[in-house]
């Protein structure tokens, strides 16, 4: 659109086939009248104007956030808050905080949006990005951005891959999360349903966990509840869960070694050799133990080995890069393109992963895809939510060139992609074809959604309490 202005501001004289501007004023039914003049100097009206026979559904010069409301579904897998914002001209847009993290990181910004244009996407990101960050915390400011896309293409009529500078690619590739299961037997069913679906790339998780059940397999992990990654009942010794990884100082002997590697194997066996295979939830363990693993699997050309250590040390995942074959891969708790330019500038790892309802939404994830772009890294996209933010993920992934693959962690959960309006099957052949639809294109099926929605919870209510902006945000003086 910039650029489309600035040719407006062209000399009459312009040489021939380039832009005319006393021609196209005449044509515009201006007269001798600058648009300058007669739009007082306000872009978003210009362009209004300029834009007119362009088909769409409001004014989006005039277009004002008059409310927010949430519905928190669950079991989507996980807990999924969606976002509605309502408009001035009857135009809805639809977010999502991310899996796991609280409603009201989002309520807690609407006296920031209340009056303002959503078109002004990136402005409004700037003033609740404070409210941000890493892991949950930024699911508010994320959810919303994605909203503020979604009425933003819904104005001007246009997919939001569209103004995030057009699309790379129309179908977009999703890989496969495959749950662990009690039995190999279960598990091998996972996979092979994966495979049956079209799947064109897995993701497993194995770890340390598996060590817990036979002696000798592992050092000083008797102390820690290993088979609680996430949290759960503290051990005399502190909570595994929460505690960071080099700081267990629990080792895998060559014996534990050798039975991943047969684990392993036996999957590589199931999937061949043809579907890539990635790897996750490792355990807690330090840098020392990330690399004698990273080796022990170099045979089974893994498609890459994720969050071995955590993603704030640069210095470590730089260590692990540099002594291990397979790619190493992190970044779906990371808040803000400047995070992950600390591990692209040190080379600390072969790709990048970021959440797009945790990295900052659409416009910083194309930004964070695009940094990493310039340095020859690859990004592929965790996800773990409903389908309203899968298609935000798929209009980021569209626009942006080195993109790879979108998780998908709801394959199991059925009516999944009934929460959504618009054509079915979203996935198909493990691929989602990129809307053309205005917006993120598609819309909440409130038949649909209401199977999911949490118990005792309310329906778009409305959150008055959330209202009044009560601080005072400049973060400088
Ligand atoms: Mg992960």
Same mark, same amino acid.
């Given at each position: 659109?910039?650029?489309?202005?600035?040719?407006?501001?062209?000399?009459?004289?312009?040489?021939?086939?380039?832009?005319?501007?006393?021609?196209?004023?005449?044509?515009?039914?201006?007269?001798?009248?600058?648009?300058?003049?007669?739009?007082?100097?306000?872009?978003?009206? =210009?362009?209004? /104007?300029?834009?007119?026979?362009?088909?769409? &559904?409001?004014?989006?010069? $005039?277009?004002?956030? @008059?409310?927010?409301?949430?519905?928190?579904?669950?079991?989507?897998? #996980?807990?999924?808050?969606?976002?509605?914002?309502?408009?001035?001209?009857?135009?809805?847009?639809?977010?999502?905080?991310? &899996?796991?993290?609280?409603?009201?990181?989002?309520?807690?910004?609407?006296?920031?949006?209340?009056?303002?244009?959503?078109?002004? %996407?990136?402005?409004?990101?700037?003033?609740?990005?404070?409210?941000?960050?890493?892991?949950?915390?930024?699911?508010?400011?994320?959810?919303?951005?994605?909203?503020?896309?979604?009425?933003?293409?819904?104005?001007?009529?246009?997919?939001?891959?569209?103004?995030?500078?057009?699309?790379?690619?129309? @179908?977009?590739?999703?890989?496969?999360? @495959?749950?662990?299961?009690?039995?190999?037997?279960?598990?091998?069913?996972?996979?092979?349903?994966?495979? $049956?679906?079209?799947?064109?790339?897995?993701?497993?998780? #194995?770890?340390? &966990?598996?060590?817990?059940?036979?002696?000798?397999?592992?050092?000083?992990?008797?102390?820690?509840?290993?088979?609680?990654? /996430?949290?759960?009942?503290?051990?005399?010794?502190?909570? /595994?869960?929460?505690?960071? !990884?080099?700081?267990?100082?629990?080792? %895998? @002997?060559?014996? +534990?070694? &050798?039975?991943?590697?047969? !684990?392993?194997?036996?999957?590589?066996?199931?999937?061949? /050799?043809?579907?890539?295979?990635?790897?996750?939830?490792?355990?807690?363990?330090?840098?020392?133990?990330?690399?004698?693993?990273?080796?022990?699997?170099?045979?089974?050309?893994?498609?890459?080995? =994720? *969050?071995?250590?955590?993603?704030?040390?640069?210095?470590?995942?730089?260590?692990?890069?540099?002594?291990?074959?397979?790619?190493?891969?992190?970044?779906?708790?990371?808040?803000?393109?400047?995070?992950?330019?600390?591990?692209?500038?040190?080379?600390?790892?072969?790709?990048?992963?970021? *959440?797009?309802?945790?990295?900052?939404?659409?416009?910083?994830?194309?930004?964070?895809?695009?940094?990493? =772009?310039? !340095?020859? %890294?690859?990004?592929?996209?965790?996800?773990?939510?409903?389908?309203?933010?899968?298609?935000?993920?798929?209009?980021?992934?569209?626009?942006?060139?080195?993109?790879?693959?979108?998780?998908?962690? +709801?394959?199991?959960?059925?009516?999944?992609?009934?929460?959504?309006?618009?054509?079915?099957?979203?996935?198909?052949?493990?691929?989602?074809?990129?809307?053309?639809?205005? +917006?993120?294109?598609?819309?909440?099926?409130?038949?649909?959604?209401?199977?999911?929605?949490?118990?005792?919870?309310?329906? #778009?209510?409305?959150? $008055? %309490?959330?209202?009044?902006?009560?601080?005072?945000?400049?973060?400088?003086?």
């Amino acid at each position: 659109m910039k650029n489309f202005l600035s040719r407006l501001a062209a000399p009459a004289s312009a040489p021939e086939g380039g832009p005319n501007r006393r021609e196209f004023i005449r044509n515009a039914g201006l007269g001798g009248l600058s648009l300058g003049m007669l739009f007082d100097g306000k872009p978003e009206q =210009e362009l209004e /104007y300029i834009t007119q026979k362009v088909p769409r &559904d409001s004014k989006p010069a $005039d277009l004002k956030i @008059t409310d927010m409301r949430v519905a928190i579904l669950s079991g989507v897998p #996980f807990s999924s808050p969606i976002i509605r914002i309502d408009t001035n001209q009857g135009l809805v847009g639809w977010g999502e905080v991310r &899996d796991g993290a609280s409603a009201n990181y989002a309520l807690m910004l609407k006296s920031r949006l209340m009056g303002k244009n959503p078109c002004n %996407v990136e402005q409004l990101f700037k003033l609740i990005k404070p409210f941000g960050n890493h892991g949950r915390a930024a699911g508010g400011v994320c959810g919303v951005e994605m909203a503020l896309w979604d009425l933003a293409g819904k104005a001007y009529n246009v997919p939001a891959w569209q103004l995030l500078g057009g699309q790379y690619r129309d @179908t977009v590739r999703m890989y496969a999360d @495959t749950p662990e299961s009690d039995t190999y037997e279960g598990f091998a069913a996972n996979i092979k349903k994966r495979k $049956d679906l079209g799947y064109t790339l897995l993701k497993m998780d #194995f770890g340390i &966990d598996m060590l817990a059940d036979k002696p000798g397999q592992l050092v000083n992990a008797g102390l820690w509840n290993i088979n609680n990654q /996430y949290g759960g009942k503290p051990s005399p010794i502190g909570n /595994y869960g929460l505690t960071k !990884h080099p700081f267990t100082r629990i080792q %895998v @002997t060559t014996k +534990g070694l &050798d039975r991943l590697v047969e !684990h392993v194997g036996k999957v590589r066996d199931l999937v061949g /050799y043809d579907i890539p295979l990635s790897a996750d939830h490792f355990g807690h363990f330090d840098v020392n133990t990330a690399i004698q693993i990273g080796k022990a699997m170099e045979p089974f050309r893994l498609a890459w080995m =994720e *969050d071995l250590v955590p993603w704030f040390y640069t210095d470590q995942w730089r260590q692990i890069t540099e002594a291990i074959d397979t790619p190493t891969l992190t970044g779906e708790d990371i808040y803000r393109k400047e995070e992950f330019m600390k591990l692209i500038d040190a080379h600390a790892v072969d790709m990048i992963h970021p *959440d797009l309802a945790s990295s900052g939404g659409l416009l910083e994830t194309k930004k964070i895809g695009d940094y990493a =772009e310039d !340095h020859g %890294v690859p990004m592929a996209m965790h996800f773990a939510g409903s389908p309203i933010s899968l298609m935000a993920n798929v209009h980021c992934a569209a626009a942006t060139e080195n993109f790879i693959a979108l998780e998908h962690h +709801g394959i199991d959960v059925p009516g999944w992609e009934d929460i959504v309006t618009g054509a079915k099957p979203l996935v198909q052949n493990g691929f989602v074809k990129v809307p053309t639809a205005p +917006g993120l294109g598609v819309n909440l099926n409130e038949e649909g959604a209401r199977r999911f929605l949490k118990k005792e919870n309310t329906w #778009f209510a409305p959150t $008055d %309490v959330w209202t009044a902006k009560d601080s005072w945000d400049r973060e400088w003086s």
